[in-house]
């Protein structure tokens, strides 16, 4: 079955079933040549992990300018949303909306903890009973390796802002 406008082919359906709109050559199940548009969920069934993806490793979208926070669920119950409402860079939210995670494009800033990092890595935390980092490993080589080749210390400690020890190189 074809269905055409003034020659032009606008939708098909093949003799084994694919369904093209936009084609005369549908290579799925449903081949749409255009954008298309869902106004309810899009659900995947089957005993498959549903994939989506591009031909040719173009890139892959997710979200727009109108795009609101992209849920990951359910396992993860996680929200992804843009940092600060703009486009220069994403955070991860627990379920209750508590950022955990932020990355700052713009800058190329990582924040475990902060939404504003302040480093190229910033870790903060404030349990209150827990330590910030825990850094553990087991290795034939150092467990921390620091390295500046710049001209500042290679560490600092501080306390409210306050250096209180560092090692110099």
């Known amino acids: 079955f074809t269905a055409s406008s003034s020659g032009v082919t606008q939708f098909v359906i093949k003799n ?11 290579t799925a199940m449903l081949d749409v040549a255009g954008n298309a548009s ?11 992990t549903g ?11 997710l979200g727009g300018s109108t795009t609101g926070n992209i849920l990951v669920n359910p396992l993860v119950q996680a929200i992804i949303k843009p940092l600060t409402d703009s486009l220069s860079g994403f955070q991860i939210q ?9 990355a700052d494009t713009t800058d190329s800033r990582i924040g475990i903890g902060t939404t504003a990092p302040g480093a190229t890595l910033d870790v903060a935390g404030s349990s209150g009973t827990l330590a910030v980092a825990n850094i553990s490993g087991n290795t034939s080589f150092a467990t921390l390796a620091l390295n500046n080749n710049g001209a500042g210390d290679l560490f600092t400690a501080s306390e409210a802002g306050v250096p209180v020890f560092t090692i110099s190189k």
Do not use: R
């Not at 084994?16 to 549908?26: K, S, V, W």
């Not at 994939?51 to 979208?61: A, G």
């Not at 627990?94 to 932020?102: K, L, R, V």
């Open 38 to 48: 869902v106004s309810g969920a899009l659900t995947f069934h089957g005993n498959s």
């Open 51 to 61: 994939t989506i993806q591009t031909t040719d490793k173009q890139s892959l979208t």
């Open 16 to 26: 084994n079933g694919q369904i093209g709109i936009g084609t005369g050559n549908p």
């Open 94 to 102: 627990n379920a209750a909306g508590n950022p955990f995670f932020s």
